[in-house]
T-cell receptor, first 115, second 112 residues
Framework: GAVVSQHPSRVICKSGTSVKIECRSL??????MFWYRQFPKQSLMLMAT?????????EQGVEKDKFLINHASLTLSTLTVTSAHPEDSSFYIC???????????FGSGTQLSVL | KQEVTQIPAALSVPEGENLVLNCSFT??????LQWFRQDPGKGLTSLLL?????REQTSGRLNASLDKSSGRSTLYIAASQPGDSATYLC???????????FGSGTKLNVKP
């Protein structure tokens, strides 16, 4: 099956720093990549949808200047948490599919802890 | 807006038991429905995808059914094993745009 690689798996940073998370589709070209946030014992909250070469579409309530998404190629999307604060601590997961509404493949997630 | 509900939130069964997990959605205009498994601190693994025109899909001990008109899907796990312990999530894709709505999941514990 298709593989989505996400790095880093865990990051601890000081408040005020920026953190970049990478999401790569290893063996397929991802038309769309999705970024989710997950709090403990809760379901996934969609943050934004990104398509290669165009601006990301953010969900209501998600600050686009806070969570910068770049979908530079058909195999790579990045999420940058800018000026991170403790309330940004969470589990971030990316997913990708090859076509509209096609099967979703997920990365292994990134646990962000902001001190 | 589509709302997806999963019941029960948690389930504990002895090894070997057959079980059913439920997923319901409010808007029947879906393109497909997907079942996932999530282990603690990990990403999601796709289990089964059912297109809106299909009634069920099977993979090994797993069988997923879809009744679009009533807004329901079930995931049947036969002869459960401790290794099946995980959180199971369903997600629906609407017809009108490329987006997926997730349920809150059912946390399954299979006791040896």
């Amino acid at each position: 099956g298709a593989v989505v690689s996400q790095h880093p798996s865990r990051v601890i940073c000081k408040s005020g720093t920026s953190v970049k998370i990478e999401c790569r589709s290893l063996d397929f070209q991802a038309t769309t990549m999705f970024w989710y946030r997950q709090f403990p014992k809760q379901s996934l909250m969609l943050m934004a949808t990104s398509n290669e070469g165009s601006k990301a579409t953010y969900e209501q309530g998600v600050e686009k200047d806070k969570f910068l998404i770049n979908h530079a190629s058909l195999t790579l999307s990045t999420l940058t948490v800018t000026s991170a604060h403790p309330e940004d601590s969470s589990f971030y997961i990316c997913s990708a599919n090859q076509g509209i509404r096609e099967k979703l493949f997920f990365g292994s997630g990134t646990q962000l802890s902001v001190l | 807006k589509q709302e997806v509900t999963q019941i029960p939130a948690a389930l504990s069964v002895p090894e070997g038991e057959n079980l059913v997990l439920n997923c319901s959605f409010t808007d029947s205009a879906i393109y497909n429905l997907q079942w996932f498994r999530q282990d603690p601190g990990k990403g999601l693994t796709s289990l089964l995808l059912i297109q809106s025109s299909q009634r069920e899909q099977t993979s090994g001990r797993l069988n997923a059914s879809l009744d679009k008109s009533s807004g329901r899907s079930t995931l049947y796990i036969a002869a459960s094993q401790p290794g099946d312990s995980a959180t199971y999530l369903c997600a629906v894709a609407p017809y009108n745009f490329n987006k997926f709505y997730f349920g809150s999941g059912t946390k399954l514990n299979v006791k040896p």
